[in-house]
């Protein structure tokens, strides 16, 4: 037996998607009008398309991720094969299903008979009612394998204990020293010079008797280092050489530019 899945949308924007582009998007996909899209958009899992195969199921998923929104798609429940004497349950539309039914139909006349509601079978209301039911408030609707595994725990505290409660977890701290005694101390008088507090350090008194002042304009050279002998060279094995003569050796001498390239067989051509 082919497998058959149902669709289902809760509001969810792929990664990057903004809310109105999806939704003026989801609105042209369906046809659908402010409302339906308030109830696709709320948040809560709304059936876009029941019981189909899994190609159609590939092409909603296609169409509504290229729109910008996540598919729910979920295996639909097995129902009964119907018997000889039992006619087959007619199908709920979706409200996507009937905008788009509505959005086809030619004159007013035609789209009321193709969404009137047909009249059922009680066998197939049973069937009807045996595959959809509302789930309670706050079942998941996620199943065990769409669910993420919570991420295990590797913190190991073999060494801690639990203290009572009200009890400090450090040790005090040191109480601060005493303040300093400042009864002795009395306050001053508007601007009132403080006086300078004596000092055991004992005076110097260098001798400055070697020490006389230069005159007016001197200019201090007296004081400068006396210069410095000139060093002595041995040059009896020096001579000059005659004028005109090249000092550099050939390797050190500069060369000669090299003569530009003949051009005398060019000419410019209009």
């Known amino acids: 037996m082919e497998a058959r899945y149902n669709i289902y949308f809760a509001g969810q924007l792929l990664e990057g998607q903004d809310l109105a582009g999806v939704r003026?998007?989801?609105?042209?996909?369906?046809k659908a009008d402010e409302a339906t899209l308030d109830k696709l958009f709320d948040g809560k899992a709304q059936l876009v398309k029941r019981d189909c195969d899994k190609a159609t199921a590939l092409k909603y998923k296609q169409a509504m991720e290229q729109a910008g929104a996540v598919?729910?798609?979920k295996a639909a429940a097995a129902s009964p094969a119907p018997t000889a004497t039992t006619p087959p349950a007619a199908k709920a539309m979706t409200a996507a299903e009937r905008i788009?039914?509505?959005?086809?139909?030619?004159?007013?006349?035609?789209a009321r008979e193709t969404l009137a509601p047909k009249p059922l079978a009680k066998e197939a209301i049973g069937a009807e009612e045996s595959g959809m039911r509302l789930a309670p408030e706050g079942t998941s609707v996620l199943l065990p394998e769409e669910r993420k595994a919570p991420a295990p725990s590797t913190v190991q505290a073999p060494d801690l204990d639990v203290m009572a409660s009200g009890q400090r977890l450090s040790e005090l701290a040191a109480a601060p020293p005493?303040?300093?005694?400042?009864?002795?101390?009395?306050?001053?008088?508007?601007?009132?010079l403080l006086p300078n507090l004596p000092s055991s350090a004992a005076l110097l008194s260098p001798d400055t008797s070697a020490i006389e002042l230069t005159p007016d304009g001197t200019d201090l050279s007296d004081c400068a280092a006396p210069a410095?002998?000139?060093?002595?060279?041995?040059?009896?094995r020096f001579a000059l050489a005659p004028a005109?003569?090249?000092?550099?050796?050939?390797?050190?001498?500069?060369?000669?530019?090299?003569?530009?390239?003949?051009t005398e067989h060019l000419k410019l051509e209009d």
Do not use: C, M, N, W
Request: net charge negative.
């Open 71 to 73: 598919p729910v798609i």
């Open 228 to 236: 410095a002998a000139p060093p002595a060279l041995d040059l009896s």
């Open 24 to 30: 003026a998007r989801i609105g042209k996909l369906f």
């Open 178 to 192: 005493p303040p300093p005694d400042t009864s002795h101390l009395s306050e001053g008088r508007v601007g009132e």
């Open 100 to 110: 788009a039914a509505l959005a086809a139909a030619p004159d007013l006349a035609t």
């Open 244 to 262: 005109g003569e090249d000092v550099l050796e050939q390797q050190y001498r500069r060369r000669p530019a090299e003569p530009p390239p003949a």
